[in-house]
């Protein structure tokens, strides 16, 4: 469960101006639920799920994770509740490290004990986990993370964002910088592993069609607030080009503002 | 000639190590070692001759081993200081460094009880007590290098096991990609400061053996040693790569003697060439260079 209520987020842009990039956004995201979130460039998307992991702080407004107000945790703490795959490959993995290595990072949360890290069961229980994925990395546990293309290291994050069974995954685009086999492979796996472990999911896209096959609820941002929320029969209904169509609406209303403005 | 080179091969590796565990495990450039190395041989120096006064044998026989564990929590202390210093006042990793190895000139004359350098009361402790524990079976010199070997293996042994650990893997991740281990759920702050301990703690051992051995510590014994061990620590990776944390923390000893060994052969050697003992740090800028170079080169043609 995921709640967000009158949440601001602002950056300093030196000498005292700042630029609010989400004004009081408000949302509730019920356990089990998919979201994907749209909107143009600059929106807030991205900043939202950062505020809600704990990346950016709040000026003001409170967030619950599963019932918790973990508005003043820290990231570190955040991540007991939150599963995270962005859209660089190489953010969520150790290159440096095995495949074996980062797993036995991502298999728990919280803090470390002085106990071997992967011992020949964990690493046959990962072989079977690693093998979910079909792309042979069962084979590969003992190489380095670096040596995997991005497709295979993507899916990999995402794996390692849900071993430990958070009840929160927040992707941000995370199939973009991946070719079109690729992407459809991953996007295959989130909806997957969403389904298999329950999780509640923000998922951030520029992708329409992804957008409406992978969530049951849409919600449209623009200029750090939500301009559409469609659930239900509204979002059954909907299609690609009705949410152009949308978009447009909020890009005309912009506009309108801009001339009442000025006049 | 041979015996001397690999003793002091492994007694400076240990250091290497520590510089290894900053510098690569870490991906934290800590100058601390400058102050930390000598702080361990002047808190080793002053337990090891305490203990080597004491009319009990028992005492006596613990002179080293102690002075080492002094050693140890000395450097172990220092990178605590440099640590604070980067986490709670956000001061780049080279400025904190900087900080705590001037800070601890002061602190390491204070140790040796306000004089530059202490004699150790008998000459070469480290030789008495490798010839008690060989029982006389083996030519001192020999007992030494064996109590060496024994020693840097045990320290080889600690950390590959502790680098297959929860927490070794962590620390790794750490210099890796901080987002991951913070992913994890683990605190990246404190992590890291067991880590710089560590990386200093190491050093400190090695300073508390380097002035066991020498018969004396010096506060200016610390002067070079970070090119020093980042040196040995290229000259390893030069000649073995690997990504497995074992074969890198062996090849950090290998390293290790192998600087030495280059080191004595300019000393004794140089003068062929006109190198003076002056020139050894020049020699060890060269090497740091010329290690970079080599391994850029070779990887542009793999």
């Keep these: 469960m995921i709640r967000v209520e009158d949440i601001v987020v602002s950056f300093s842009l030196g000498g005292g101006q700042e630029h609010t990039v989400l ?177 509640t999911a923000l998922i951030v896209t520029h992708d329409m069609k992804r957008a409406l096959e992978q969530a049951t609820r849409i919600v449209m941002m623009h200029e750090g607030e939500i301009i559409a929320d469609l659930s239900g029969a509204e979002k059954e209904k909907m299609d690609v080009a009705g949410l152009v169509r949308l978009f447009k609406k909020a890009r005309g209303a912009e506009y309108a503002e801009d001339r009442d403005l000025l006049s | ?124 402790p480290m030789l008495n007590l490798a010839r008690t524990f060989s029982g006389g079976l083996l030519p001192p010199d020999l007992s030494l290098l064996v109590a060496c070997v024994l020693v840097a293996l045990l320290i080889f042994g600690v950390l590959d096991l502790f680098f297959h650990t929860e927490i070794g893997i962590a620390m790794g991740a750490l210099g890796d990609n901080e987002n991951a281990v913070i992913q994890a759920g683990i605190q990246p702050g404190n ?34 040693v970070v090119a020093a061990g980042l040196a040995t620590v290229m000259l390893g990776e030069l000649v073995v790569r690997s990504q497995f944390i074992s074969v890198q923390l062996l090849r950090v000893i290998v390293g290790s003697i192998i600087f030495r060994a280059l080191m004595y052969a300019a000393r004794s050697w140089g003068y062929l060439a006109g190198i003076t003992p002056n020139d050894l740090r020049l020699l060890t800028a060269l090497l740091i260079i010329a290690s970079v170079a080599v391994s850029r080169y070779g990887r542009k043609r793999r």
Excluded: C
């Design chain 2, 191 to 224: 992590l890291r400061t067991w880590g710089i301990m560590l990386a200093n703690a190491l050093p400190g051992l090695s300073g508390a053996m380097a002035a066991a051995y020498q018969g004396f510590a010096d506060v200016n014994l610390g002067q070079g």
């Design chain 2, 1 to 124: 000639m041979i015996e001397g080179i690999l003793v002091e091969g492994l007694i400076y590796s240990i250091l290497a190590l520590g510089v290894f565990v900053s510098f690569r495990v870490l991906d934290f450039p800590d100058l601390t070692v400058e102050g930390s190395f000598p702080a361990g041989a002047a808190a080793g120096a002053m337990v090891a001759s305490a203990l080597n006064l004491s009319p009990n044998h028992f005492a006596k026989a613990l002179a080293v081993p102690a002075g080492m564990l002094a050693g140890f929590l000395a450097g172990g202390a220092a990178g605590f200081a440099t640590a604070a210093v980067y986490h709670r006042l956000k001061v780049p990793a080279l400025l904190a460094g900087i900080v705590t190895m001037t800070g601890f000139y002061s602190i390491n004359l204070r140790i040796l009880g306000g004089k530059p350098n202490l004699p150790l009361i008998t000459n070469n």
């Design chain 1, 23 to 199: 004004r009081k956004l408000s949302l509730e995201v019920e356990r089990g639920q998919t979201v994907s979130i749209i909107g143009s460039n600059g929106a807030g998307k991205s900043t939202l799920l950062n505020a809600v992991a704990g990346t950016v702080p709040v000026r003001a407004g409170k967030i619950f994770l599963d019932s918790k107000d973990v508005t003043a945790l820290p990231e570190w703490q955040r991540a007991l509740y939150v599963g995270r795959v962005r859209q660089d490959p190489l953010a969520g993995t150790a290159g440096d490290m095995t495949v074996l290595d980062n797993l036995a990072l991502a298999a728990r949360k919280g803090p470390r004990r002085f106990r071997l890290a992967t011992p020949p069961r964990f690493a046959r229980e990962m072989e079977g986990k690693v093998a979910q994925l079909g792309m042979g990395l069962e084979q590969r546990l003992k190489e380095n993370v670096s040596r995997l293309s991005g497709g295979q290291r993507q899916a990999l994050t995402l794996l390692m964002a849900v071993l430990s069974r958070p009840s929160v995954l927040l992707l941000d685009e995370h199939t973009a910088a991946l070719d079109p086999a690729n992407a459809e492979m991953v996007g295959g796996l989130t909806r997957k592993f969403i389904a298999e472990f329950e999780l």
